[in-house]
């Protein structure tokens, strides 16, 4: 089945260090993937997404390129803030038979400290 | 525009009650998901509702159902509480399956 990995946290960087975090999905066929961040206490918010391979997602500084042949959707910031503090979740929407799927990664989670 | 809202906030019940969490979607959103966060585990897909059909579930036992109404809001039913139930619920909604999913602020079950 459809599977999403990312990379283990926590990861704790300071103020305008630059961020990566890897992402790597297992999907027939060609996803949709999804970034989105929860901050402590809330919900989940819809950070970018790219739909087809070679696409890059961008948002708040953040930006994440569907890199099919490496079926990867890497999210970089370049300076990172202490706002930026939360968890992390890599996700992809694939479509099969007409059943839609979100399935998520596990999450990483960002500590940016001042 | 309104968000997706899910009700209650928190909810305590105990061991082998039932809990009910309500969600409302975006207007003009049909699809509804459901997903579980307990701790330390991610989110976990319980259930998608579209057009008020029950259209995938995940690997959850049937104590877990739900049910979307005609205004598409969603109703998520947990019977026979057990104390792993306890867990951040969330609700999202979609315009249809296969575009992208916004969440509510979800439920937080604790069960006792």
């Known amino acids: 089945g459809d599977s999403v990995t990312q990379m283990e946290g926590p990861v704790t960087l300071s103020e305008e260090a630059f961020l990566t975090i890897n992402c790597t999905y297992t999907a027939t066929g060609y996803p949709s993937l999804f970034w989105y961040v929860q901050y402590p206490g809330e919900g989940l918010q819809l950070l970018l997404k790219?739909?087809?391979?070679?696409d890059k997602g961008s948002n708040k500084g953040f930006e994440a390129t569907y890199r099919k042949e490496t079926t990867s959707f890497h999210l970089e910031k370049g300076s990172v803030q202490v706002s930026d503090s939360a968890v992390y979740f890599c996700a992809l929407l694939y479509s099969g038979a007409g059943s839609y799927q979100l399935t998520f990664g596990k999450g990483t989670k960002l500590s940016v400290i001042p | 525009e309104a968000g997706v809202t899910q009700s209650p906030t928190h909810l305590i019940k105990t061991r082998g009650q039932q809990a009910t969490l309500r969600c409302s979607p975006i207007?003009?959103?049909?699809?509804v998901y459901w997903y579980q966060q307990a701790l330390g585990l991610g989110l976990q897909f319980l259930l998608w509702y579209d057009e008020g059909e029950e259209r995938n579930r995940g690997n959850f036992p049937p104590r877990f159902s739900g049910r979307q109404f005609p205004n598409y809001s969603s109703e998520l039913n947990v019977n026979a509480l057990e104390l792993e139930d306890s867990a951040l619920y969330l609700c999202?909604?979609?315009?249809?399956?296969?575009?992208?999913?916004?969440f509510g602020q979800g439920t937080r079950l604790t069960v006792v």
């Open positions: 999202a909604s979609s315009l249809q399956g296969d575009t992208e999913a916004f």
């Open positions: 790219a739909t087809k391979a070679d």
């Open positions: 207007s003009g959103h049909t699809s």
